[in-house]
C-alpha cells in the first residue's frame, strides 16, 4: 500500500517561513493537497492540486510537488497557523492517502 | 450554504454493523462535480480516508477497508451513507462526512460524529 511520511512536528517562530514535508514514492506523479486542523475542529483545505489555494485562505499558505516530496510552505507564520497540517495523494491507483500529520507550533 | 451532518449511533457493539448517514444541505448530492466520501479519525491520531460515491451509485474504497465497507447514496433524500460491517475497538473514531471536488480533494467537511466501539 502507498504510504506518505510527514514529520510529526515543526517549529517556527512568529513571523518565519515555516516548510512542513511529505514524502512519498514517485509523489511528483500525483496530485497533493494539504489539510489544516486545529483542535476540536474539522479539517480545513488550505492547498489543493498540488500548489491551488482555495478562496479565503491567506495568500502566506503555499504548496510544491515534485520528486518524492510534497511541500507546504506559510511565510511570515501567524500564531493562528498553530495548529496539525496532513497531507493527502491521490490518483487514479491509489485513490487517496493521508500523511501521518505534522504538528505545527509557533513559539 | 453548504452543509454536511454526520448522523448516527454513537455506541456500536463489536462485531456489529456501524451505519451513518450524511445529510446534505445547500448542495445537492445529484451534483455532477462531487464526489462524496467518508473519513474518520481515531481520538488523538491521524486523517484517515475511507471511501467516496459518485451521485451514480458508482464508489471506491481505502483497500485495507473494502472488505467492511460500503458507501451508497440517496439522490431523492439528498444523503449518502456508511456502513462498516464487523467492527472492533480499532473502529472507533470520529467520522467525517465531506464533499470531494476533482482529483481527490475533500473541500467541505461536515463536523464529524463520534463512533464508540465497546460492549
Known amino acids: 500500500s502507498y504510504e506518505l511520511t510527514q514529520p510529526p512536528s515543526v517549529s517556527v517562530s512568529p513571523g518565519q517561513t515555516a516548510s512542513i514535508t511529505c514524502s512519498g514514492d514517485?509523489?511528483?506523479?500525483?496530485?497533493t493537497c494539504w489539510y489544516q486542523q486545529k483542535p476540536g475542529q474539522s479539517p480545513v483545505l488550505v492547498i489543493y492540486e498540488n500548489s491551488k489555494r482555495p478562496s479565503g485562505i491567506p495568500g502566506r499558505f503555499s504548496g510544491s510537488n515534485s520528486g518524492n516530496t510534497a511541500t507546504l510552505t506559510i511565510s511570515g507564520t501567524q500564531s493562528t497557523d498553530e495548529a496539525d497540517y496532513y497531507c493527502?495523494?491521490?490518483?487514479?491507483?491509489?485513490?487517496?492517502?493521508f500523511g501521518g500529520g505534522t504538528k505545527l507550533t509557533v513559539l | 450554504q453548504l452543509q454536511l451532518q454526520a448522523s448516527g449511533p454513537g455506541l456500536v457493539k463489536p462485531s456489529e454493523t456501524l451505519s451513518l448517514t450524511c445529510t446534505v444541505s445547500g448542495g445537492s448530492v445529484s451534483n455532477t462535480n462531487y464526489y462524496w466520501g467518508w473519513i474518520r479519525q481515531p481520538p488523538g491520531k491521524g486523517l484517515e480516508w475511507i471511501g467516496s460515491v459518485y451521485h451514480t451509485g458508482s464508489s471506491y474504497y481505502n483497500p485495507s477497508l473494502k472488505s467492511r465497507a460500503t458507501i451508497s447514496i440517496d439522490t431523492s433524500k439528498n444523503q449518502y451513507s456508511l456502513s462498516l460491517r464487523s467492527v472492533t475497538a480499532a473502529d472507533t473514531a470520529l467520522y467525517y462526512c465531506?464533499?470531494?471536488?476533482?482529483?481527490?480533494?475533500?473541500?467541505?467537511w461536515g463536523q464529524g460524529t463520534l463512533v464508540t466501539v465497546s460492549s
Open positions: 465531506a464533499r470531494d471536488s476533482q482529483r481527490g480533494t475533500s473541500d467541505f
Open positions: 514517485k509523489l511528483g506523479g500525483k496530485y
Open positions: 493527502q495523494a491521490w490518483d487514479s491507483t491509489i485513490h487517496v492517502v
